[in-house]
Nanobody, 120 residues
Framework: QVQLVESGGGLVQPGGSLRLSCAAS????????MGWYRQAPGKQRELVAA??????NYAESVKGRFTISREPTKNTVNLQMNSLKPDDTAVYYC???????????????WGQGTQVTVSS
């Protein structure tokens, strides 16, 4: 029943910006954490940024360029990406650690992914 839907991906030139959004919907009791992961060609999936309460953490490669934020009442997480580089090109996946309304345990849920391409 729970689903995460990402939006905001696309093609941007180096140095440009994109803003990704992810909305969680369904029978959700509470969300502990939300974050963004990415997987580039030839690379494993990696954490980009995550937010738990007021605490955030970022991959070293994006610090100072990306900002993660939450809209708790909307079950939404955003990722503002500035100063984009070609190496940022990847499929970006939204993740949420949450407790479903009818579940006994917290689980991780994933969005379908959104393509971000940084190219001139």
């Amino acid at each position: 029943q729970v689903q995460l839907v990402e939006s905001g991906g696309g093609l941007v030139q180096p140095g440009g910006s994109l803003r990704l959004s992810c909305a969680a919907s369904g029978s959700i009791f509470s969300i502990n954490s939300m974050g963004w992961y990415r997987q580039a060609p030839g690379k494993q999936r990696e954490l980009v940024a995550a937010i738990t309460g007021g605490r955030t953490n970022y991959a070293e490669s994006v610090k100072g360029r990306f900002t993660i934020s939450r809209e708790p009442t909307k079950n939404t997480v955003n990722l503002q990406m500035n100063s984009l580089k070609p190496d940022d090109t990847a499929v970006y996946y939204c993740n949420a650690e949450l407790l479903g309304s009818y579940s006994y345990r917290r689980s991780n849920y994933w969005g379908q992914g959104t393509q971000v391409t940084v190219s001139s």
